[in-house]
Structures are given as structure tokens and as C-alpha cells.
């Protein structure tokens, strides 16, 4: 029987966070707690992880004085994500931003061709219109299992959009 790696563990917790992550926060947003207060709690827990885990691996939280541009922006992009995230699952249901949240790889490559790092071909713009089609047949075919104002669709398409713009920003300081 294989044994599981390191690095298998550790993907297998992160899929099941992820999978947890909509879920959980719906539920807790539907039983208490306010949008503001769990987000707080959340990212000062996913904080605290990530600076232990950076002494630890990194042994420093030093930052590169070039990269101070982007790494800010990218923290500003963070805290967009993450308020547009509980505000979103706020109004509308976890189904509603899950969906939504498919379009994070389309946003991405989108802003990875604005800044010149991606070049988009034509599999890509057939592949995104799939997706789209798919998410618009989906939603379409749930006859009103999908719902939600349009405040919390539009706060979900701000989730994707702004966890696609950290991702891009962040991505060329994880290659040094």
C-alpha cells in the first residue's frame, strides 16, 4: 500500500479546507456571527499560521525593498478578497459564490494578459466561453436553488476577482 508523502498530506488538508471554507462560513454567518468579526478572527487565525510557519521554514519575515510595492498591494488585495468574501456569503447563499468563484482562473489569466505575462490563445477564449456557458446553464437549470441579491453576486465576482489579482501579483516573487 502507498504511504502517503509530505507534500500528499499536506495538499489532501488544503483540499479539505477549501472544501470546508464556503461551507463553514455560511454556516457561521447564518448563526451569529457578523461579517466583519468572523473575518477579523479568520485572517488574524490564518495570520498567525502564516508567520509561525514563515519563522520556522524561512527563518526571517524579511522582505525584499523591491517587492515592497507589490507585496503591499497584494495585502490590499487580501483584505478585498476577504471582506468582499463574508459579505458576499452574507447575502447570498454558498452555492451563489462557489459558482462564482469558478471564474477565478478566467480573471486571472485576464489580468496575466494585461500585465503581459500570460498570452491568451484561441483554446483559451473557446475554453472560457465554455466555462461561462456552463456557469450560465448551471445557474439557469437550478431554477431558484441559485439565488442571492445582486449586491452579494456582485461582492462574490469582487471575491474571484480580487483572490485572481493577489494571486498574479504574488506569483513572481514565489519564483526567487
Given at each position: 500500500m502507498h504511504r502517503p508523502t509530505r507534500v500528499e498530506l499536506m495538499?489532501?488538508?488544503v483540499v479539505v479546507l477549501w472544501a470546508l471554507n464556503l461551507t463553514v462560513t455560511r454556516y457561521l454567518l447564518t448563526?451569529?456571527?457578523h461579517p466583519l468579526a468572523y473575518a477579523t478572527i479568520r485572517y488574524s487565525a490564518a495570520a498567525a499560521i502564516f508567520v509561525g510557519l514563515t519563522l520556522v521554514l524561512e527563518r526571517t519575515l524579511r522582505i525584499d525593498?523591491?517587492?515592497?510595492?507589490?507585496v503591499a498591494l497584494a495585502i490590499v488585495m487580501l483584505v478585498l478578497n476577504q471582506l468582499s468574501f463574508v459579505y458576499a456569503l452574507d447575502?447570498?447563499?454558498a452555492s451563489t459564490v462557489g459558482l462564482v468563484l469558478g471564474a477565478t482562473p478566467i480573471f486571472a489569466?485576464?489580468?496575466?494578459?494585461?500585465?503581459?505575462r500570460e498570452r491568451l490563445g484561441r483554446r483559451f477564449w473557446i475554453a472560457a466561453s465554455i466555462s461561462f456557458a456552463g456557469v450560465a446553464l448551471v445557474a439557469a437549470g437550478a431554477a431558484g436553488e441559485v439565488s442571492g441579491?445582486?449586491?452579494?453576486?456582485l461582492l462574490a465576482v469582487v471575491t474571484a476577482a480580487t483572490w485572481a489579482a493577489y494571486s498574479v501579483l504574488i506569483a513572481p516573487l514565489m519564483q526567487t
Open positions: 495538499l489532501f488538508v448563526h451569529g456571527f525593498r523591491r517587492a515592497g510595492g507589490v447575502r447570498t447563499t489569466a485576464l489580468m496575466g494578459l494585461a500585465l503581459g441579491d445582486t449586491i452579494g453576486i
